[in-house]
């Protein structure tokens, strides 16, 4: 049974970075047929995917194109955990952020962190 | 591809049936569309992928149907632990997929 624990701040400061950590249990971070991603839900937004990392033969990025430019998604091989980094916050940034393995499909997925409220507030 | 779901909320009585609608704005194909469950302050939980397939654990009252644009996500029985925001996505090879924006099924 594969298991996600999320970690990190509930409340950042508007302009800072956000940054929150997925430990991986029952699973690897270097799995070839999973992929490790976070998503955030808001009342307005609704389920935003924000992206993802992967390991084929190296290591792989995707991120949606909303927030590109400040987005870091970053695996933690010796951990076994990955990790986010959200610059430049803005209140429109408040959230309840997911980690979530991809398993089987590309963008099916089937297990769920427990999910941190990150609030974008001085 | 734009995911509507209907209706917004749906009141039924425990053992009821629940008929959840989700129409997509362009053909999905492969049938790549998947339902999840989401009870209030719980991550979703994967019900079902492929339209029609119920994931690991998922009890034989929830079904899948549809194919192309339309799909619908039955309930056969409703039990206290299934009122639920329901939510289905568009997955596959698109890096854009795609949530629909829920439907709640409340206690009437």
């Known amino acids: 049974q594969v298991q996600l624990q999320q970690s990190g701040p509930g409340l950042v400061k508007p302009s800072q970075t956000l940054s929150l950590t997925c430990a991986i249990f029952?699973?690897?971070?270097?799995?070839?047929?999973?992929?490790w991603n976070w998503i955030r839900q808001s009342p307005s937004r609704g389920l935003e995917w924000l992206g993802r990392?992967?390991?084929?033969?190296?290591?792989?990025?995707d991120y949606a194109v909303s927030v590109q430019s400040r987005i870091t998604i970053n695996p933690d091989t010796s951990k076994n955990q990955f990790s986010l980094q959200l610059k430049s916050v803005t209140p429109e940034d408040t959230a309840v952020y997911y980690c979530?393995?991809?398993?089987?499909?590309?963008?099916?997925?089937?297990?769920w962190g427990q999910g941190t409220l990150v609030t974008v507030s001085s | 591809i734009v995911l509507t779901q209907s209706p917004g909320t749906l009141s039924l009585s425990p053992g009821e049936r629940a008929a959840l609608s989700c129409r997509a704005s362009?053909?999905?194909?492969?049938?790549?569309l998947a339902w999840y469950q989401q009870t209030p302050g719980q991550a979703p939980r994967l019900l079902i992928y492929?339209?029609?397939s119920r994931a690991t654990g998922i009890p034989d009252r929830f079904s899948g149907s549809g194919s192309g644009t339309d799909f619908t996500l039955t309930i056969s029985r409703l039990e206290p632990e299934d009122f639920a925001v329901y939510y289905c996505?568009?997955?596959?090879?698109?890096?854009?997929?795609?949530f629909g924006q829920g439907t709640k099924v409340e206690i009437k």
């Open positions: 979530t393995r991809e398993g089987s499909e590309w963008y099916l997925f089937d297990y």
């Open positions: 029952g699973d690897s971070v270097s799995n070839k047929s999973a992929a």
């Open positions: 990392t992967y390991y084929r033969s190296k290591w792989n990025n």
């Open positions: 362009q053909y999905i194909s492969n049938n790549y």
């Open positions: 492929g339209a029609s």
């Open positions: 996505q568009h997955y596959g090879s698109s890096p854009r997929n795609t």
